[in-house]
């Protein structure tokens, strides 16, 4: 994993790292960034891994997940009632999993932004995903305090011998033989999702 940093050794804002899902889930200490600013995107294309790292960064094993739905209701009753509810303030961490078509809604991007850094002020985390590359993310975290947040850029493994560790992984974790993960690294396109089953199907076809 990446971080943006200065000659000085301080981290430019919004601070960027980079990686693989696995790099964020595994036993690993977290970096330093993610433990003390309190503002998080997660971001990366379909499939890649995005809720599950923001869950693992929640650091609760059925963290609270509001999805691009909830999120639209959830902005109507701030509005409705001129304050945020004592679910949304008082949660250690919370994730929203796909605040999308914020495009020309600079009032909800604002309402949003508040929620994040009045939650910020209490040390609460709250933990941003990309659901759709439609520039809402982008918009967040343009407008959110400069020095708050982390931008976490996720991509899959690139070349051979990376792929096809993910892949031996993946065996293990369903109880195939490792045998099962040669030629994997070839899938187009190579997606996690399209892995799984592809070794599923493999395995199913040789027993």
């Known amino acids: 994993m990446a971080a943006l940093v200065d000659e000085s050794g301080e981290f430019f ?70 304050r945020w509810s004592d ?24 309402l949003l932004v508040e929620l994040a850094q009045t939650r910020a002020t209490a040390g609460a985390r709250t933990i941003f995903c990309q659901a759709d590359a439609d520039g809402s993310i982008e918009e967040l975290f343009a407008a959110v305090e400069a020095g708050s947040a982390v931008v976490i850029g996720l991509r899959f493994p690139n070349g051979k011998r990376a792929r096809l560790r993910c892949a031996r992984r993946i065996c293990d974790e369903l109880g195939f033989s490792r045998d099962a993960a040669l030629g ?7 997606r996690y999702d399209r892995l799984r089953a592809w070794l599923v199907e493999r395995t199913w076809s040789t027993e």
């Not at 691009?68 to 902005?75: A, K, P, V």
């Not at 679910?87 to 991007?109: M, Y």
């Open 87 to 110: 679910e949304l303030l008082d949660s250690a961490d919370l994730v929203l999993d796909g605040p999308a078509w914020l495009r020309n809604r600079s009032g909800a991007i604002a």
């Open 184 to 190: 994997s690294d070839c899938l187009d396109p190579w």
């Open 13 to 82: 804002s919004p601070a960027l790292l980079t990686g693989t899902s696995s790099e964020f889930m595994g036993l690993r200490p977290l970096p330093r960034l993610l433990r003390h600013r309190h503002v998080i995107f997660v971001l990366g294309p379909p499939g890649v891994g995005k809720t599950s790292v923001a869950c693992r960064l929640a650091g609760e094993e059925s963290p609270r997940i509001f999805d691009s739905r909830e999120i639209d209701t959830m902005l109507l009753e701030r509005v409705r009632n001129a």
